[in-house]
């Protein structure tokens, strides 16, 4: 029996061919391809400058590093992601403490956050950045959280790695209106890819500037950046302790070939949910619930099993499993990973979040899921519940 995953890539020939281009040429890695994806994938969300990197986590690393992250600040974020939106803090040797989710949107609640802040701010531990994730592809409410960072002082990243494709009020997310820098993962399971690999919005040029930075060792061969006079026209300077986080120009040629079909990789996400919103429609399972100002770019598709079912959510999920529906789980509340109950957290600390995670699963959902397996996940869910 094949088993039906989560999520999986859309590889097309000319994708192949684009990479196989690459291999016969002079750069496979620092040549013109990753400028231009970088340049393609800024014209398309509308923002000023984009920063290529080898993975989403790199892209959140460099961030936090560019916004002046250290010892002694915090980073709050929401304890439904994946790890990589808190650990980027600890990269930096600042501290973490997360924020609970809107139990509607799963998404860090604005008036959690609003809360929060108030307490911080008379105990002095307001937090320096925070990292709001849209989860699924659905954007968090962008302006509340936006207008929050004026009153409280704090910078915003917006982990937008389940969300290229996906528009807020309208306009491309990416477009950083709301944030310092917005964040996009190219993993196999997100909406294009390049393998491994991420990007950096910002409209801030020197953001950007220390970004590039940071991505490349520190190293600078910007004449107006160098600290000392230039010895000669070899001369390179390195002026901030910097990482290898480059993408390769195999990478950027197949970000590029998948770039020219996002919108339609989006578009067939909302069709598949649209199909699954309908079939689904009558079973004891809470769907998932899109806000108006939103157009999500549906990374997952994730139903509740609600705790007084028929069934458990433990055994749908692993009669779903025993049927070859490869579902999963997003995610693990953070705050109970034991690494980071060593800093303190425990059960109970995001009840939201908590509740969150004994219910949802993540169903299949990917541009080439077809219509016909689409309907053997939900007879496969009928059964589950029956
Ligand atoms: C996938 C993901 C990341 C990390 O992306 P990589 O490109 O694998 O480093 C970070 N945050 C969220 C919410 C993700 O889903």
Same mark, same amino acid.
Request: with cysteine; hydrophobic share 40%.
């Given at each position: 029996?094949?088993?039906?995953?989560? /999520?999986?890539?859309?590889?097309?020939?000319?994708?192949?061919?684009?990479?196989?281009?690459?291999?016969?040429?002079?750069?496979?890695?620092? /040549?013109?391809?990753?400028?231009?994806?970088?340049?393609?994938?800024?014209?398309?969300?509308? !923002?000023?400058?984009?920063?290529?990197?080898?993975?989403?986590?790199?892209?959140?690393?460099?961030?936090?590093?560019?916004?002046?992250?250290?010892?002694?600040?915090?980073?709050?974020?929401?304890?439904?992601?994946?790890?990589?939106?808190?650990?980027? +803090?600890?990269?930096?040797?600042?501290?973490?403490?997360?924020?609970?989710?809107?139990?509607?949107?799963?998404?860090?609640?604005?008036?959690?956050?609003?809360?929060?802040?108030?307490?911080?701010?008379?105990?002095?531990?307001?937090?320096?950045?925070?990292?709001?994730?849209?989860?699924?592809?659905?954007?968090?409410?962008?302006?509340?959280?936006?207008?929050?960072?004026?009153?409280?002082?704090?910078?915003?990243?917006?982990?937008?790695?389940?969300?290229?494709?996906?528009?807020?009020?309208?306009?491309?997310?990416?477009?950083?209106?709301?944030?310092?820098?917005?964040?996009?993962?190219?993993?196999?399971?997100?909406?294009?890819?390049?393998?491994?690999?991420?990007?950096?919005?910002?409209?801030?040029?020197?953001?950007?500037?220390?970004?590039?930075?940071?991505?490349?060792?520190?190293?600078?061969?910007?004449?107006?950046?160098?600290?000392?006079?230039?010895?000669?026209?070899?001369?390179?300077?390195?002026?901030?302790?910097?990482?290898?986080?480059?993408?390769?120009?195999?990478?950027? +040629?197949?970000?590029?070939?998948?770039?020219?079909?996002?919108?339609?990789?989006?578009?067939?996400?909302?069709?598949?949910?649209?199909?699954?919103?309908?079939?689904?429609? !009558?079973?004891?399972?809470?769907?998932?619930?899109?806000?108006?100002?939103?157009?999500?770019?549906?990374?997952?598709?994730?139903?509740?099993?609600?705790?007084?079912?028929?069934?458990?959510?433990?055994?749908?999920? +692993?009669?779903?499993?025993?049927?070859?529906?490869?579902?999963?789980?997003?995610?693990?509340?953070?705050?109970?990973?034991?690494?980071?109950?060593?800093?303190?957290?425990?059960?109970?600390?995001?009840?939201?979040?908590?509740?969150?995670?004994?219910?949802?699963?993540?169903?299949?959902?990917?541009?080439?899921?077809?219509?016909?397996?689409?309907?053997?996940?939900?007879?496969?869910?009928?059964?589950?519940?029956?």
């Amino acid at each position: 029996m094949s088993v039906i995953p989560y /999520g999986r890539q859309d590889i097309s020939e000319a994708d192949i061919a684009a990479v196989v281009d690459v291999l016969r040429s002079d750069y496979l890695t620092q /040549g013109p391809l990753v400028p231009r994806f970088e340049h393609e994938v800024a014209a398309f969300v509308g !923002a000023k400058h984009a920063v290529a990197v080898n993975s989403a986590t790199s892209a959140l690393h460099v961030a936090c590093l560019a916004l002046g992250l250290g010892p002694g600040d915090w980073l709050w974020t929401s304890p439904v992601t994946f790890v990589a939106s808190a650990n980027c +803090a600890l990269y930096c040797g600042a501290q973490v403490d997360f924020v609970d989710i809107d139990p509607r949107t799963y998404n860090m609640s604005a008036s959690a956050l609003e809360q929060k802040l108030l307490r911080a701010e008379t105990e002095g531990r307001l937090p320096k950045i925070v990292v709001p994730v849209h989860l699924c592809g659905q954007p968090c409410d962008m302006a509340a959280i936006h207008a929050l960072s004026k009153r409280f002082g704090f910078s915003i990243v917006e982990d937008a790695s389940h969300a290229v494709g996906g528009r807020y009020r309208g306009l491309p997310i990416g477009n950083c209106q709301y944030s310092d820098v917005t964040i996009f993962s190219f993993h196999p399971v997100k909406i294009i890819t390049t393998a491994e690999g991420g990007m950096a919005m910002t409209n801030d040029d020197g953001l950007a500037n220390r970004m590039r930075l940071f991505r490349s060792h520190g190293i600078t061969r910007d004449v107006e950046q160098m600290t000392q006079v230039p010895d000669g026209p070899w001369y390179y300077q390195q002026i901030e302790l910097g990482y290898n986080y480059r993408m390769t120009e195999l990478q950027a +040629a197949l970000g590029l070939s998948q770039m020219s079909r996002l919108g339609p990789f989006v578009e067939r996400r909302h069709h598949l949910a649209r199909r699954y919103d309908e079939k689904l429609a !009558a079973l004891p399972l809470i769907l998932p619930w899109q806000h108006p100002d939103s157009y999500s770019g549906l990374h997952l598709y994730v139903v509740r099993v609600p705790g007084d079912a028929t069934r458990s959510h433990r055994e749908v999920f +692993a009669s779903l499993r025993e049927q070859g529906i490869g579902v999963n789980l997003h995610y693990i509340p953070v705050h109970t990973q034991p690494y980071y109950r060593n800093f303190g957290f425990k059960d109970g600390d995001f009840p939201e979040a908590e509740a969150y995670y004994a219910e949802a699963i993540s169903l299949p959902m990917y541009a080439t899921l077809s219509e016909e397996q689409q309907d053997t996940v939900v007879a496969a869910l009928v059964k589950a519940l029956g």
